[in-house]
């Protein structure tokens, strides 16, 4: 229901409920109720200092949470990184062992008796190697050591042997391609989270500029809402001042009051909001003492700079994170796709060994091993493998591919949506800029109408009823100009978040 029908509706029940005139020395409207005690920003708590929009970016990109999260992501993948590569590093391997053992021998005596004779045995085995996977086969190369003592009771005690092998996928898992996927897949994901991180920080700048102009259309509406409960104050105050001398009825000093009741509500519901948006601009940029509130804010000076759609547009595609992180994903899926090609073939590895081992009685000796001084162990051989079929590897290339055409086509949503989105955001910042001038002309038309029919009311040639209903509508042109500048600013807000620009606008230097 308008406010005007509902404000005649009630004054006519006030007028037929006026059962005797209302005194002269009426009591003051009610005070607004006192905040809670709690720790609030509330309207009564003093402001700090003047707050910019470009300190408050600067101050989430600091303590927000979301970027703090989304950093440990960066991180996270920054260490996948190092593990992928850490594969390809040398592995030293060292064991070392004791065997120990008592018993008893028997011996054939030659009148046909067993004679029982102890039996220890004491030996000692020390293993020593290094192997590392080879960057550019991926196969595995090792050399190892072993030394070992027998039981003294052998003749040559100590023996030693060296060992140089070679483990080399021919077909499956084979060639560089296979042993760098990890490695670049973990390099892809590292920049995928970059941009992530890139998109996170476009989305906070957005979210920040909104909370700061919802906290200016906040605190502007409470100031609007104030003028207007003054003047219905003062109009109070005049119509009970025109009634003693006759020229005012009790109804139009119902009338005057029912707008200054009326004009209070509004101003305590628009300081709850005001202190809501500056609770959430706090929460956004992570400012922990709430019982401070945030300074003077105001809308910055909006440049009516031409703004051309190709220009958005291509920057738009250039910066954007989305379609840049479906990119790289479409990278790592190429990956798996030419792994899951190469792992379409059986498995075939070709081991290889070569050998020195030499035995002595003291540890000395053996270990001055010479491969002309001992004996020689060779090996070479193939291990084929095939399951029946290779149905699980066919299907994991069919998988791969399907992921990969998936990714494409939801690349191409992407796009298409981008375009959809500049063209609404570019759209949406020329509409409301010319909403701005007109509002800002409707309110100057409104100011003017009111002080002419305040003028009249003051002649006696109007009514409180037209002064209201002026007042509403001057009321109403300040609100549509205030909603008409909000929604620019949010206009401008989202197009820079699509093109990228916000970044460069207010200086943010992102992570390398």
Not at 120 to 129: C, I, L, Q, R
Not at 365 to 379: F, I, K, Q
Request: aromatic share 6%; glycine share 4%; proline share 5%.
């Amino acid at each position: 229901m308008p406010r005007t029908t509902a404000r005649a509706t009630a004054l006519l029940l006030l007028s037929f409920a006026v059962l005797k005139p209302v005194s002269a020395q009426s009591p003051a409207p009610a005070a607004a109720p006192a905040p809670p005690s709690a720790p609030t920003t509330g309207p009564a708590a003093p402001l700090g200092a003047p707050l910019t929009l470009t300190e408050c970016i600067a101050l989430a990109m600091k303590k927000n949470f979301d970027l703090q999260i989304q950093g440990f992501s960066t991180d996270i993948a920054r260490e996948n990184l190092v593990s992928a590569k850490a594969a390809f590093l040398p592995t030293i391997t060292a064991s070392s062992q004791r065997d120990l053992s008592r018993g008893t021998r028997a011996v054939g005596q030659n009148d046909g008796s067993v004679l029982l004779i102890p039996s220890d045995s004491n030996n000692t085995v020390f293993n020593a190697g290094i192997s590392e996977r080879i960057l550019e086969t991926n196969g595995t190369v090792s050399i190892g050591g072993r030394v070992s003592r027998a039981s003294s009771s052998q003749r040559q005690p100590f023996s030693s042997s060296t060992t140089f092998s070679v483990n080399q996928p021919l077909l499956k898992n084979a060639g560089p391609a296979i042993a760098t996927a990890t490695i670049e897949r973990s390099k892809l994901g590292l920049g995928i989270a970059y941009i992530n991180y890139r998109s996170r920080v476009l989305t906070v700048i957005r979210d920040t500029e909104n909370a700061y102009y919802n906290l200016v259309a906040a605190r502007e509406t409470l100031r609007i809402r104030q003028l207007t409960l003054d003047l219905n104050q003062k109009l109070f105050e005049e119509n009970k001042t025109k009634r003693t001398t006759g020229v005012m009825t009790d109804l139009d000093v119902l009338t005057a009051e029912y707008g200054v009741a009326n004009a209070r509500r509004a101003v305590v519901q628009a300081e709850q909001t005001a202190s809501d948006r500056e609770d959430t601009l706090l929460n956004l940029i992570n400012v922990p003492n709430f019982e401070s509130r945030p300074g003077p804010v105001s809308f910055e000076v909006y440049k009516a700079d031409p703004i051309s759609f190709a220009t958005s547009y291509k920057m738009a595609r250039e910066n954007y994170p989305d379609t840049m992180s479906a990119e790289q994903t479409i990278k790592q899926l190429e990956i798996d796709l030419a792994t899951a090609k190469r792992n379409r073939l059986p498995t075939l590895n070709l081991t290889a060994s070569l050998g020195y081992n030499t035995a002595d009685t003291t540890y000395g000796d053996v270990l001055t091993l010479r491969p002309n001084d001992a004996g020689d162990n060779r090996s070479l051989g193939l291990t084929f493998n095939m399951p029946w079929g290779m149905k699980a590897d066919r299907s994991a290339y069919r998988t791969a591919t399907l992921n990969r055409d998936s990714q494409k086509v939801r690349l191409e949503q992407l796009e298409l949506s981008l375009l959809v989105q500049v063209r609404t955001a570019v759209r949406s910042v020329e509409a409301n800029a010319v909403a701005v001038s007109l509002a800002v002309k409707a309110t100057e038309l409104s100011a003017r109408q009111y002080d002419l029919q305040k003028a009249r009311f003051d002649a006696g040639l109007s009514t409180s009823r037209l002064v209201l209903q002026a007042q509403d509508d001057l009321e109403t042109a300040r609100f549509n100009e205030l909603s008409a500048n909000l929604t620019l600013r949010g206009a401008l807000a989202e197009l820079q978040r699509l093109e990228g620009s916000s970044i460069k606008r207010f200086g943010v230097q992102l992570p390398e």
